[in-house]
């Protein structure tokens, strides 16, 4: 990663690049961009949710960004929603910065697991490959979740090991 790259706090003025970013990674498409701005808009306004940001500098252009929330239900468990980093800034050790932020920031305040859901698909054979380098196992499949021959992946990572 870069030296002049922050890893912080997500605030209101990131959404515009946040959106830019997860349309320009085509995880959403550009006539999307409106809910997508509501739902994200929402999530970095919330204050139960941990939502980071990669950028060089405050205002600059958003290259990665992280959010998790917890599970209702379960003692101190939370979610990995999102992690996306721009496809021109990959692999530079940014996704292992902003995993590692989350995981400081929920010891911290005595959380005990992340739980992340993955697609099978090759096409995240290198997120499924970095999730396993930085101590998450893979403990759950659900086929044929997300289409027919795409598998729902669950990954876990106890932070008290």
Known sequence: MSSFTQIREATDQDLDGIVRLVIHEEMFAPDQADMVTDVL???????????????????DEILGFIFAEPRATADRVWEIVMLVVHSDHAHQGIEVELLQRIETELTDIDQRLIVIDASSNSEFDQIRALYESEGYDCEGRVRDYWEDGDDLLTYRKHLFQ
């Open 41 to 59: 808009g929402d999530k970095i306004f919330d204050e139960d949710v941990i939502f980071i940001v990669a950028a060089p500098s405050v205002q």
